[in-house]
């Protein structure tokens, strides 16, 4: 079963820092792009960064600057380091993978609360 677990979410005060990870399993991630998502409550699902597996990353104009997107191969790892927190960054926080036929696999999610 392929499994993606989030971790490193909570209430961080604006201006704070957090560390999300989200490690896969029952599969090789090597090949695949991941990406962290979000979605706040009354919003659609939005792209925060993405990484490929050759190291290639984008990011969502609102977090350029402050969050940075990193990848372990040799432990089926995804992290986002958030920085410089804002408000309006508060969401729930999804992994997201795609493997090769086009099927996509989501992390539960993990909160992340920035009080002003």
């Known amino acids: 079963q392929v499994q993606l677990v989030e971790s490193g979410g909570g209430l961080v005060q604006a201006g704070g820092s957090l560390r999300l990870s989200c490690v896969g399993s029952?599969?090789?991630?090597?090949?695949?792009?991941m990406e962290w998502h979000r979605q706040a409550p009354g919003k659609q699902r939005e792209l925060v960064a993405a990484?490929?597996?050759?190291?290639?990353?984008n990011y969502a104009d609102s977090v350029k600057g402050r969050f940075t997107i990193s990848r372990d191969n040799a432990v089926n790892t995804v992290n986002l380091q958030m920085n410089s927190l804002k408000t309006e960054d508060t969401a729930v926080y999804y992994c997201?993978?795609?493997?090769?036929?086009?099927?996509?696999?989501w992390g539960q999610g993990t909160q992340v609360t920035v009080s002003s």
């Open positions: 029952g599969r090789i991630f090597a090949t695949y792009t």
């Open positions: 990484i490929t597996a050759g190291g290639s990353i």
């Open positions: 997201h993978v795609r493997n090769n036929l086009g099927r996509n696999y």
